[in-house]
């Protein structure tokens, strides 16, 4: 029953390191996104996926990037960390138009 | 531009007192409409959708909603709180076709809540 899972919860980067996180989500869904949450921001869209094979930009792209090589994984880089991009990470899934389900985010620190 | 706009960043209740947090939407046509908790170190958890029919839509944990059509508001409410229900939550819309935006749901500032003994 695990929904949308995360890895990895924690990590902490000095500026210029590269890391990949991933999401991974059993419910097949077709719809993945990635969120930033910084304080007083709510949430901003990354990155989405319509479909394996398939990313997209959302609001904040600048400095990540996305695959969805698979339908059930969702994975999202940095390939040069900067501070600005210390943040929580919510990967989420989506079937149609209907609600979203969230992993439990992962707290990136980039120093 | 589209936009969600939750006014009150902080609000504070004590608990067994009656809540309301407020979410104004702008949007091209009627959206479809959710409310979000988040509870400290966690994901968000689904409260409550609305899609269309009754406009007074029930959740889980005892919260409700109202979504007005002439006042573009979609208002969470509680009628007694209780300190578990300390968190932070977001209003979200989203469209009713997927069109360029693939669907996309827009999210709200967010709304803290803190509740007193």
């Known amino acids: 029953n695990a929904g949308v899972t995360q890895t990895p919860k924690f990590r902490v980067l000095k500026t210029g390191q590269s890391m990949t996180l991933l999401c991974a989500q059993d419910m097949n869904h077709e719809y993945m996104y990635w969120y930033r949450q910084d304080p007083g921001m709510g949430l901003r869209l990354i990155h989405y996926?319509?479909?394996?094979?398939?990313?997209a930009k959302g609001e904040v792209p600048d400095g990540y990037n996305v695959s969805r090589l698979k339908k059930q994984n969702f994975l999202l880089g940095l390939e040069s960390a900067a501070p600005s991009q210390t943040s929580v990470y919510f990967c989420?899934?989506?079937?149609?138009?209907?609600?979203?389900?969230f992993g439990e985010g992962s707290r990136l620190t980039v120093l | 531009a589209q936009s969600v706009t939750q006014p009150d960043i902080h609000i504070t209740v004590s608990e067994g007192a009656s809540l309301e947090l407020r979410c104004n939407y702008s949007y091209g046509a009627t959206p479809y409409l959710f409310w979000y908790v988040q509870s400290p170190g966690q994901g968000l958890q689904l409260l409550l959708k609305y899609f269309s029919g009754d406009t007074l839509v029930q959740g889980i944990k005892g919260f409700e909603a109202e979504f007005k059509r002439s006042q573009s508001s979609f208002n969470l409410r509680k009628p007694s709180v209780h300190w578990s229900d300390a968190a932070e939550y977001f209003c979200a819309v989203g469209p009713m076709n997927y069109g360029g935006s693939q669907g996309n749901l827009i999210f709200g500032k967010g709304t803290k809540l803190s509740v007193k003994p």
């Open positions: 996926s319509v479909g394996e094979g398939t990313t």
């Open positions: 989420a899934a989506r079937e149609g138009l209907g609600e979203l389900f």
